[in-house]
Each structure stands twice: as structure tokens, then as C-alpha cells.
């Protein structure tokens, strides 16, 4: 089963995120993520932490719907999303949906959290419903489909970039980019595996390393996909994410 964290914050967008979203999913809300939950229709498994971004609509929908609350109280060791992880079993898939723009100290330490997730051996993909962030601990790689990627951020084109994350990525290469990945070590601050694309005719993309942490960050690059009105972008007030 794979478990879905959905973070509060402005900046989801729910409407692409919905096509993410499997029947089969187990759905944990941290908090003011119940906002986005009810806008796009799901009924998700528990609300948890400490309540401070709900919403009048919101906080009645969950109990019309009889879904289960648990509450921790404002001053407390860890965010919203952080207990929402904590309570995924340990060989659970996670989807962790968060907002990579607003609160800069929310975003850096749920990225950075994520990461650690993975550096224990986790599977776990990191979303805002627009762009989707993979991230690869080696020795390891990951396989991107590219018109079901294409179809579910609703983009033409691509952009992929690799980023190593907590220290450097070693042998890192890459199969279906434009720009080839042949077997180098990035280190954190370099930008040698930004703003990549997929290479012409290809179907797939593969990115392997050896050694490390590594984002492998998917987004659109058109204007189509551009963010021109709210249309899907629901905010919420900021707390805990």
C-alpha cells in the first residue's frame, strides 16, 4: 500500500495532484493538507496535528464524514508533516505532497526530511502536483515513463535535473537525456545536472548512481503548464506544514 502525506500550503496544485491519487491509497492529512482533501473530493484516512489551519468548511466536512482527528498540541518537537510520516509502516511507500513555494523553513525541512527518509531506505516521491521530485539513494536508479509523466503534470515538455542532497553522488549516469550523465560525481552546490531534458525520440529515462543521495527533479517546461490563473491552487493559512 502506499501511504500519501498531503502538507497545508499555498501553492498545491490539486488539480493535477488528483490524477496522482490512487483508489488504493492511504491518505494522511497533515493538518491544514485536509483543506486540499476536501477540495478535491477524498476522503482521507486521518487528519493529524495541531489543528491550527482548518477551516471552518473544513473542520465540519471531517466530521460529517466521520474522519478521525488525532491532535498534538501547537508546541511540540515536530511539524504537522513530520508526524504524518512518522506514522507510515517502515517498507510503505510514500507520496509526500507539499507546497515548494511559501514558508521557505517549512519547504527546506520537509525536502531535507524527506531525504533522510530515503537515506533509511525509504520510497519516497515528493510532489506539489506540478512538478515531482524522485528521490534516488544508491547504489540505485529510477525510470521515468515520459508520456505518462507528460499526461499526469499535463506538460509537452520536460525539464529533469539531478541533484545530489546530504553529500556528493558518486557514478552517477543516466540513460535518455539530452545531455548525458556519464559516470560523475556531483557534489551538493554544483549545477553540472540542472535543466536537463529528454533526449530526441526517447521514451524513457533512467538515472543510476553508486553512492549518495540524489533528487531527480521532473517538471514541465511550456507554457501550457505555466500557472496563469488560481484555477487549482487552493491556499491555506500557513502553521504547521
Not at 492529512?29 to 476536501?38: I, L, N, Q
Not at 508533516?81 to 513555494?101: D, G, H, K, Q, T
Not at 531527480?216 to 488560481?230: E, H, L, N
Request: glycine share 10%; with cysteine; proline share 6%.
Amino acid at each position: 500500500m502506499r501511504y500519501v502525506v498531503i502538507c497545508g500550503g499555498t501553492g498545491i496544485d490539486i488539480r493535477r495532484l488528483k490524477r496522482q491519487i490512487l483508489p488504493s491509497d492511504h491518505i494522511l492529512c497533515a493538518d491544514g493538507g485536509s483543506v486540499h482533501a476536501r477540495k478535491m473530493g477524498i476522503i482521507p484516512d486521518a487528519i493529524i496535528g495541531d489543528m491550527d489551519s482548518i477551516d471552518t468548511e473544513t473542520s465540519e466536512w471531517a466530521e460529517a464524514n466521520r474522519i478521525p482527528l488525532r491532535e498534538y498540541p501547537a508546541e511540540k518537537d515536530m511539524t504537522d508533516s513530520e508526524l504524518c510520516l512518522s506514522e507510515v509502516p517502515e517498507r510503505e511507500e510514500i507520496l509526500l505532497v507539499m507546497p515548494f513555494c511559501g514558508r521557505f523553513d517549512h519547504v527546506l525541512s520537509n525536502v531535507l526530511n524527506a531525504a533522510e527518509y530515503a537515506r533509511g531506505g525509504r520510497e519516497i516521491r515528493v510532489t506539489d502536483g506540478r512538478t515531482l521530485i524522485d528521490i534516488l539513494l544508491g547504489p540505485g536508479e529510477v525510470k521515468i515513463e515520459l508520456e505518462s509523466t507528460r499526461d499526469i503534470l499535463g506538460a509537452e515538455k520536460l525539464l529533469i535535473s539531478a541533484i545530489p542532497v546530504t553529500g556528493p553522488a558518486s557514478n552517477v549516469r543516466s540513460d535518455g537525456l539530452y545531455y548525458p550523465i556519464g559516470g560523475r560525481t556531483l557534489h551538493p552546490g554544483q549545477s553540472l545536472g540542472v535543466s536537463n531534458k529528454p533526449a530526441d525520440g526517447a521514451s524513457e529515462i533512467i538515472v543510476a548512481l553508486d553512492d549518495g543521495v540524489l533528487f531527480v527533479i521532473i517538471g514541465p517546461d511550456d507554457a501550457r503548464s505555466g500557472a496563469t490563473s488560481d484555477e487549482g491552487f487552493f491556499p491555506v493559512t500557513s502553521g504547521d506544514i
